[in-house]
């Protein structure tokens, strides 16, 4: 590929259980530590499941300034909104564009899109309404009559899917093109996927890709458990005992650039995006197929629209939610791409859970500072390795990526699978 | 810089609609300016300030799809979606096999409700009956939450529920920008096709929010006509005494064909889907700028990406939501897009007759510009009786007009400020092309 129609990556934010950045989650991680810890939401003490990954010490106003604004989104819009903005200051947007002059400024904030992977959970948001069906004891006419005086007017307006755009939108002057995707977990990859076409096929010179949710919610957490997907205590991915993953809370955003606008504005690359790849099992909603099939079709397209060979990957983020099926299907789909030597293996779901339609942007972000850190972080909570699974290369401990190529897979409901390939850059001298 | 890849063929349609539960039906309704809106049925409005709609009737989703058990995870839009999806696929002649399903793709615009109202009524009985929530409660004896309601209430449902019915085994996605959903979906679609990540997508969007709590959220913001007295003169685009939208309900689904390989097998090529552009207005979250700033990139962007110049365009499917401030704000972005041309363009809003099918408008009305190109028909814009000066384009006014449309937009602008605008080129007017039937 041209090195003018590179996609790089020039500025990251993140927040969750771990940390408030990038680095601050990365040293958590590297650390060996859980940031899973029994929910604060709500009492769950009594609870079948009573763990989360849930974003604790900020309160609404260090994660957005702007306090008019708290009134007006949900918790995962603060979410999301706090990794934006530090990516794109993080980037150095708005120092950039205090250099251009006024139409120079215009055509920033048209040619920057705006991507976003958006959660949120699905019944908190209706529970405003709440006290009106008191109110209305099953008589639809007094809900209807009662409903102006009952519930904030603001209400549709407050639960939109697509308010992170929005507001990013606003905050920064963006203005160009945009997606806001509402497709469970692999929602921030497609995000980041999306954002880096636009890029890549010149209807943005840059664009911003953020994830967010916050589905640490009770009936979400209740529905998680009756289906069998969390596990008790903790988040052991590919070990013999793993018994489902846990929730998390959070947002992560990368800023991409052509190579032509980063270089115009002096931005230092941290790393490149190479390749994507989506596929779907189409079984239905929660069913995944045993073999793994769609999954190692993903990796193979992102393989393919990288130009590199499987053996060129140093290292592997796997989606490791810690599900009995996901976790073997995932290592099945691995081998078929890998053959008996897959690349140094790590997942990062046991440290803040599963961030839902974040997890994919959180996870490509910490894959790029573990590369330029030179580490693949260690499976903490893995004890033994699933012999049925063996071999796979997972450790507890650290070990050194094979490359400076990384590759993040997401999995989401309805059998659909990303596969995204990232290359860090090194640091430079100052 | 390249910017189109490979040519996209718009070679089925359905849909369910207000109108009708099918392509043709609401075809014939949309030239005969029958109108699909009236007193709200599904559930006694009598209470609210607004109390009419345009709901989707009489529809029987069995009656499409021979599958009791995968109807059984559906929500009534969800339905709508596989019967439309159904119907788009005998339409072009063409589905998913065991050769081909790796190479179909699914993008959807997707409606932003959740919980049905019964789920929400019934989560209500269990944990906050005296009206303030008690988690704990959800604990209970009894059965708790049900799984299904969890597997009906999830974004990404509907959108698995269409992987499965027809095997698509490729690139699938699931957007939400408010209004703008559909547009957006088909955008992606069309994007896909180009640069090669699939040679078929099944592309559309679905919504209903004509339930309690839906109308409950447009009538806090008194977003919706008030005229319970004259539903089918409610929704009146353009028209100077416009109070308001109508909100409406259904399902389209288009089949996006790679254009070679549709000329190939003799598909019947309706449109080619040949541009897309997507702006923020990034101004407030429920109003475009009066100046049509955000709409008029999006359609500049659009026109650029179709390699169309402004004069080729002969039809605008507009966003028309009869509010006193879309319509008057789209106007001037489309004055300012095509400057002389703008009053030379047929433009007709078809909310005027179904309504504001919201996440599914933009895939409705994109179906709607594939048919007028077919047939070579602009749509009436219904209840145009008393002109707006800040409305001066040629809206079809009366009927729906006879005439050869070369190019034809579709633009749909969500709350929170997304704009999508599409470009369909009449097949004819590709170059080279001599296309089928």
């Not at chain 1, 929602?187 to 880096?196: D, K, N, P, Q, T």
């Not at chain 1, 989401?412 to 001298?429: D, E, H, Q």
């Not at chain 2, 008030?226 to 005494?241: I, L």
């Not at chain 2, 179709?306 to 972005?333: F, K, L, Q, W």
């Amino acid at each position: 590929m041209a090195e003018s129609s590179k996609v790089l990556v020039t500025g990251l934010g993140a927040v969750c259980a771990a940390g408030k950045d990038p680095e601050a989650i990365w040293k958590s991680v590297g650390n060996g530590q859980s940031a899973i810890s029994p929910i604060q939401q709500w009492d769950a003490s009594g609870w079948p499941t009573s763990m989360a990954g849930e974003v604790t010490g900020m309160d609404a106003r260090a994660l957005v300034e702007d306090r008019k604004l708290h009134k007006m989104i949900r918790r995962t819009d603060l979410l999301g909104l706090y990794a934006a903005g530090r990516a794109i200051e993080d980037a150095g947007f708005p120092g950039y564009r205090e250099t251009l002059d006024a139409e120079a400024s215009v055509t920033f904030g048209d040619r920057t899109g705006v991507f976003v992977g958006s959660g949120g959970g699905a019944y908190q948001n209706q529970y405003e309404f709440f006290p009106l069906l008191t109110a209305a004891a099953g008589d639809l006419r007094t809900f209807g009559r009662e409903l102006a005086s009952t519930v904030n007017p603001m209400w549709l307006l407050r639960t939109l899917p697509n308010n992170v755009l929005c507001y990013i939108g606003i905050r920064y002057g963006l203005k160009g093109t945009n997606a806001c995707v509402t497709n469970h977990s692999v929602s921030g990859a497609l995000a980041v996927m999306e954002a880096v076409e636009a890029v890549r096929w010149g209807e943005a010179d840059r664009a911003v890709a953020v994830g967010h949710d916050a589905p640490v919610e009770p009936e979400t957490v209740l529905y998680y458990h009756r289906l069998g997907l969390l596990a008790p205590d903790a988040v052991r991915p590919f070990d013999a005992t793993r018994r489902g993953t846990l929730l998390g809370e959070g947002a992560a955003a990368l800023v991409l650039e052509t190579a032509a606008a980063a270089a115009a504005r002096g931005a230092m690359p941290l790393g490149e995006f190479l390749g994507g790849g989506c596929t779907s099992d189409a079984e239905g909603l929660l069913a995944i197929r045993e073999d793994g099939n769609s999954l190692s079709r993903a990796i193979t397209l992102a393989l393919d629209e990288a130009g590199i060979a499987a053996a060129d990957v140093g290292m592997i983020v796997a989606h490791g939610n810690a599900t009995r099926q996901s976790d073997a299907s995932e290592a099945a789909a691995i081998r078929r791409v890998f053959g008996a030597t897959p690349p140094p293996l790590t997942a990062f779901k046991w440290a803040f859970g599963h961030l839902l339609a974040a997890s994919g942007v959180l996870e490509t972000v910490l894959a790029l500072v573990a590369l330029r850190h030179g580490v693949v972080p260690g499976l903490a909570t893995l004890r033994t390795l699933d012999p049925a699974l063996a071999p796979l290369p997972v450790s507890p401990a650290p070990q050194r990526p094979r490359s400076d190529i990384g590759l993040i897979l997401s999995r989401g409901f309805g059998g659909i699978n990303v596969a995204l390939l990232v290359r860090a850059l090194p640091t430079s001298g100052n | 810089m390249t910017r189109r890849g490979r040519r996209v063929a718009i070679t089925g349609l359905g849909m369910v609609t207000p109108l009708g539960n099918d392509r043709v039906s609401t075809w014939e309704a949309l030239l005969a300016g029958r109108s699909g809106v009236g007193p709200i049925r599904t559930f006694d409005a009598g209470g609210f300030p607004v109390r009419i709609a345009a709901e989707v009737k009489g529809f029987d989703p069995r009656s499409v799809i021979d599958d009791r058990k995968l109807l059984k995870f559906a929500k009534p839009s969800h339905a709508f979606a596989l019967a439309a999806a159904e119907e788009a696929m005998r339409d072009a002649g063409i589905r998913p096999d065991a050769t081909t399903a790796t190479r179909w793709g699914c993008a959807v615009g997707t409606g932003m409700m959740g919980v049905e109202f019964a789920d929400l009524v019934e989560a209500h009985h269990q944990c906050a009956a005296d009206g303030e929530f008690h988690p704990d409660h959800l604990l209970g004896d009894g059965a708790g939450p049900n799984p299904i309601t969890f597997c009906r209430s999830q974004c990404s449902t509907g959108v698995a529920l269409l992987l499965q019915r027809f095997g698509i085994l490729g690139y699938a996605t699931a957007v939400h920008t408010a209004c703008a959903s559909g547009g957006q979906a088909l955008g992606t679609g069309m994007k896909l096709i180009r640069r090669g990540a699939a040679d078929w997508v099944l592309a559309g969007g679905f919504d209903s929010m004509i339930n309690p709590v839906g109308l409950s959220g447009f009538c806090l913001l008194g977003a919706l006509s008030p005229d319970n007295e004259s539903p089918e003169r409610a929704s009146r685009p353009f028209d100077a005494t416009r109070n308001g939208f109508v909100l409406g309900e259904g399902a389209a689904f288009l089949i996006l064909e790679e254009w070679e390989a549709a000329r190939r097998r003799g598909a019947r090529i309706y449109a080619e889907l040949a541009g897309d552009g997507n702006s923020l207005s990034s101004y407030r979250i429920t109003d475009s700028h009066p100046s049509g700033d955000g709409p008029i990139q999006a359609m500049q962007q659009a026109l650029v990406d179709a390699g169309a110049d402004p004069p080729d365009v002969d039809y605008i499917n507009a966003h028309g939501t009869s509010t006193p401030m879309n319509d008057r704000s789209e106007c001037a972005a489309v004055r300012a897009v095509f400057g002389p041309h703008a009053f030379k363009i047929a433009v007709s809003s078809t909310k005027s007759l179904m309504g504001h099918l919201i996440a599914a408008a933009g895939a409705v009305e994109a179906a709607v510009c594939a048919l007028a190109i077919h047939h070579g028909l602009a749509p009436v814009n219904a209840n145009l009786a008393v002109p707006d000066p800040e409305c001066d384009l040629d809206i079809v006014r009366g009927g729906s007009r006879v005439q050869r449309i070369r190019v034809a937009l579709s633009n749909s602008f969500g709350f929170g400020g997304s704009n999508s605008c599409l470009v369909f080129r009449n097949p004819e007017e590709v170059p080279g092309s001599t296309p089928g039937s």
